[in-house]
Each structure stands twice: as C-alpha cells, then as structure tokens.
C-alpha cells in the first residue's frame, strides 16, 4: 500500500509513485477517514487515524490507492498517523476540488440520456426511484433519508410488535461529494455536517 508521502500535487498535474498523471485523468475518488479511540488494552491509548484514498484514472486498471495505516510502534513510541492523515485530507480535499466538474459529468449525461445514473451497484432515476439488485426504493416518497459516516439509509418498521426494521443503505465512499450534490440539487436532500 502507497504511503501519503508518495503523492505529490502540483499545479497542472500530480505524481503518485514516481509516475505523473493529470488531473484530468481522473474519473473517481474514494475516501475514508476514521478515527478510532484506543483503550490501553488495545497496546498504546490514543486516537489512531487511518485515512485512505483511492484514484480511479481513465488509463489504469487498478486505481491508486493510499493509506495512512493503522497505530504503529516507531523508534519514538506509538504512531498514531493523525499528521498523515490530515495531510491526506487535504491533498483528496484538493484533489475533489480540482475534479468535481468532470466527475460529476458522466452522473449527470447518464441522468439526461438514459433517465437514470449508477452509484455504489444502483440505478438512480430521475423520479428518485432507487433499483438495487434485492429492493426499491424511492428518494421523494420514501423517508426520511438519514445520513452517517460512509453512507445514506432509509428505515422502515412493519406495523407490530415482533417485526424488525428493516434498513436500505446506499454506501458513499466513492465521489461522496459528486453524489452528495446530486441528491441536493436534483432531489432536494441535504444533511447537516
């Protein structure tokens, strides 16, 4: 795995590994960031964060990926990653500033040609009808929406005592901030950061 040390932005392009590329060889971006608090049964106490970034790029068949790595031991003590991290965050904060618009693109032709986009193995339509292999949903008439780290979901409880609720989840690791403006824009769904 790539540390973030290796990805180095510039003006017009960015270099990953010693290989440069342009921005605009960028179809997708995927990121995580999680900050986990470690109990000293768990080696050293602390927050250890872990970031990780992956790149789709038109040319390539793997994406570029990159992460920060979990808690450590260093010469010095416990690494906890947070310097990398935040390094990290702001190279994808960067990188999906410099994106956005040709990311976002291919969403939106999809949505005018065809009436619906793909995200995360879901078809989106125009109505906000939501087909996934297993369920349908529809962003409008079903909800609320309700967002969390890594993905939006909907609830839903069978009236009676013994039923379970039942959650839809669409995951949103993969161009969160292209999807996040869709809903917005599109369908009139926003959350509160």
Do not use: C
């Amino acid at each position: 795995m790539a540390k973030e040390k290796q990805l180095i932005l510039e003006d017009n392009s960015f270099i990953f590994k010693k290989e440069r590329f342009q921005y605009s060889d960028i179809h997708s971006l995927g990121f995580v960031y999680i900050q986990t608090q470690k109990g000293l049964t768990q080696g050293a106490g602390g927050i250890d964060h872990n970031a990780m970034l992956d790149i789709y790029i038109h040319s390539k068949e793997k994406h570029l990926s990159i992460e920060t790595g979990h808690q450590g031991f260093t010469f010095y003590g416990p690494s906890f990653h947070k310097k990398s991290s935040e390094s990290l965050v702001k190279k994808y904060n960067e990188l999906a500033f410099r994106t956005f618009d040709q990311r976002l693109k291919p969403y939106l032709n999809s949505l005018e040609k065809f009436g619906y986009f793909n995200y995360n193995e879901k078809k989106i339509f125009k109505n906000g009808d939501i087909v996934d292999k297993d369920w349908t949903k529809n962003l409008l008439t079903h909800g609320p929406w309700l967002r969390q780290p890594f993905s939006i979901f909907y609830e839903f409880k069978k009236p009676g005592f013994f039923s379970r609720k039942k959650k839809y989840t669409i995951y949103t690791t993969k161009d969160e901030d292209v999807f996040l403006a869709i809903l917005k824009h599109k369908f009139h769904l926003s959350w509160k950061r």
